[in-house]
Each structure stands twice: as structure tokens, then as C-alpha cells.
């Protein structure tokens, strides 16, 4: 069974450009979650997408923004990007739509803004 | 203000001996808790939970301890092995309307040296 996919692994982008990143979850899981890990801050909740729909946003500007598609694959998007957007960018799928389960993460997308 | 907090960004434990990782937490209203391991260029994988009715819950080498009275979880390796070498997530979720999401610490990284 394969895992969660993120692509592409590795991002260079300069101030002000946009950029997408993609998120492939386990094949029948339906929510995907983004983090954003920078270092000694640990994982900041981005937001959490199920069936296609946004049902959880964490504290992050307009700039950061995501979709789901019905084949349950997720994009997040971040446009003008600044400096301090250099980040570890991870998505995580799960499959029960409750909570209190675990999530499997993907390896990632390392995004630097120069 | 961060909900969940991992006040040890680092850990050093000979091999054989007991690692015990904190963790911290400010929400009274948090359902489950949840620890990960993350080696470098990896995304984080799950080791082990903990509901908030219990307050123990051991697998193998790794038990939780969870003192709600104080908000307080730990983690205990007992006997640590040179591969416990990594960065140890603490998380805590809500189920919320029946979706997951999931507050993450900074993060301790263990090091267990021969």
C-alpha cells in the first residue's frame, strides 16, 4: 500500500512568486492535513480538508490557501511568498472521519524562498 | 499561544538507560494525545497514543503517561537503543464535529549515545 506522496520534495522560489505544492493521501483515506514546520516552532496546523471540503484552518495569513479534489488529493498554495515562508511543508492523511486517530505523514516538500 | 508545549528541545540518554520526553499542555478540552518520531528528510511516523479517559498505555519499549490534573503527558523509552535517535513530536487533537486536528509541540530530539 502505498504511502502519503508529496511532490515535489525540494522548491526554490524568490520573494513575491507563488508557488503549489502537492499531496497524494493513501489510497480510501478522505482527509489530508498540511503543516508547516520551521525550525523550534515544531508543526503549525495549516488546515484540514475532507471530502473536498476546507473543515479546519489554523493561523496563517490569506496568502496560504488549499483544495481537495474528489480523488481525495489535496494542493496547498502560497502566493506572494516572503522570506519566512522557508519551510518544511508536510501533508498527513487519515482515513477515519472522527478524530482521535493517527495521521500518516508524507516526507514533505522543503520549500526555500530566496 | 501555544496550546501544547515541549519545553526540552533536547535530550541526551546512554543506551540501555530510561529516555523520558515531556510534554505540556494549556486545553483542558483536549479528547486524545499522541507522540511521533521524525528522522531528518522524513516525514513524521506515529509511535503511540493515549485517549484522555486513560492514564497509561504502553507498547513495547513505549509507554504514556498522561496526569490530566496537572496537563501534563510523558513519554518513556525504556531500554533506549541508538535508533530512538530522533526528533519526538508530542501532539494533542479535539474531536471536533467529527474531524481531526491535531496541535503539534516544537519537538525534543533524543540522542542516545553508546
Known amino acids: 500500500k502505498a504511502g502519503v506522496t508529496q511532490t515535489p520534495r525540494y522548491l526554490i522560489k524568490t520573494r513575491g512568486q507563488q508557488v503549489t505544492l502537492s499531496c497524494s493521501p493513501i489510497s480510501g483515506h478522505r482527509s489530508v492535513s498540511w503543516y508547516q514546520q520551521t525550525p523550534g516552532q515544531g508543526l503549525q496546523f495549516l488546515f484540514e480538508?475532507?471530502?473536498?471540503?476546507?473543515?479546519n484552518k489554523g493561523n496563517f495569513p490569506g496568502r496560504f490557501s488549499g483544495r481537495q479534489f474528489s480523488n481525495s488529493r489535496s494542493e496547498m498554495n502560497v502566493s506572494t511568498l516572503e522570506l519566512g515562508d522557508s519551510a518544511l511543508y508536510l501533508c498527513?492523511?487519515?482515513?477515519?472521519?472522527?478524530?482521535?486517530?493517527?495521521?500518516?505523514f508524507g516526507q514533505g516538500t522543503r520549500l526555500t524562498v530566496v | 499561544d501555544q496550546q501544547v508545549k515541549q519545553n526540552s528541545p533536547s535530550l541526551s540518554v546512554q543506551e540501555g538507560r530510561i529516555s523520558i520526553l515531556n510534554c505540556d499542555y494549556t486545553n483542558s478540552m483536549f479528547d486524545y494525545f499522541l507522540w511521533y518520531k521524525k528522522y531528518p528528510a522524513e516525514g513524521p511516523t506515529f509511535l503511540i497514543s493515549?485517549?484522555?479517559?486513560?492514564d497509561k498505555n504502553e507498547d513495547g519499549r513505549f509507554t504514556v503517561f498522561l496526569n490530566k490534573s496537572a496537563k501534563h503527558l510523558s513519554l518513556h523509552i525504556v531500554p533506549s537503543q541508538p535508533g530512538d535517535s530522533a526528533v519526538y513530536f508530542c501532539a494533542a487533537g479535539v474531536i471536533s464535529g467529527g474531524y481531526n486536528k491535531l496541535i503539534f509541540g516544537a519537538g525534543t530530539r533524543l540522542a542516545v549515545h553508546p
Open positions: 498527513a492523511s487519515s482515513w477515519k472521519p472522527t478524530g482521535g486517530t493517527e495521521a500518516f
Open positions: 480538508y475532507f471530502s473536498e471540503t476546507q473543515r
Open positions: 493515549i485517549s484522555s479517559i486513560k
